[in-house]
């Protein structure tokens, strides 16, 4: 079955350390997604596209250097990209390897967290959600902007947080569309 993200029930968001103290977060407003279960409803794959200029911290100054040359290059690289190449399934908990592409630099990233499988909504669609996170190195992609602090550390961590949450619904079959529609 093939599934598309309900926007409206659905986040993409990281964190990074800033000064080596805190935590700075951030999401990305603008996304799509697709998925395909099999038939027992686990999850086959899925696929997602990120509109790097989305990108919010709450920060204007730091929403632009981030979209700037210095990280994510937005004039450059549009979009941030996720596709699954392996899926495995243990009971709720599921883990999704794939290959995520930023700035052009594609790498692989695995996915781990919690896969509730398909129910019906109360006006009888079918809805599965997926709430996962990973760590990355941002310099794996290319994100090396930094500064060195007086007291030792750095101004941004290497180190990244992802961490999406989505729910989607089944994607009507084209006999079923065309009924809707009055055909």
């Known amino acids: ?10 986040e993409v968001e990281f964190s990074a350390k800033h000064l080596m103290i805190s935590t700075v977060k951030g999401r990305f407003r603008t996304f799509s997604a697709t998925g395909e279960t099999n038939p027992d409803g ?4 899925m696929e997602m596209t990120i509109d ?8 204007q100054q730091r929403d632009d250097h981030l979209k700037s040359p210095d990280f994510f290059d937005v004039a450059n690289h549009p979009t941030l990209t996720f ?4 899926v495995t399934h243990q009971g709720d908990q599921v883990t999704i390897a794939g290959d995520l592409t930023i700035r052009g630099t594609t790498r692989p990233v695995t996915l781990t967290g919690e896969y509730t499988a398909p129910t019906k909504d109360p006006w009888g669609n079918s809805r599965a959600a997926l709430d996962v996170t990973a760590k990355i190195n941002r310099k794996d992609w ?7 602090l007086v007291a030792g550390g750095v101004v941004v961590s290497e180190e990244i947080k992802i961490h999406v949450a989505v729910e989607a619904t089944a994607a009507q079959e084209a006999g079923a569309e065309l009924a809707m529609a009055g055909a």
């Open 1 to 10: 079955m093939r599934w598309t993200i309900d926007t409206t029930h659905a």
């Open 42 to 45: 686990t999850i086959k794959g």
């Open 52 to 59: 790097a200029a989305s990108l919010d911290t709450n920060v």
């Open 83 to 86: 596709k699954s190449t392996k």
């Open 142 to 148: 290319g994100l090396v902007w930094n500064m060195a």
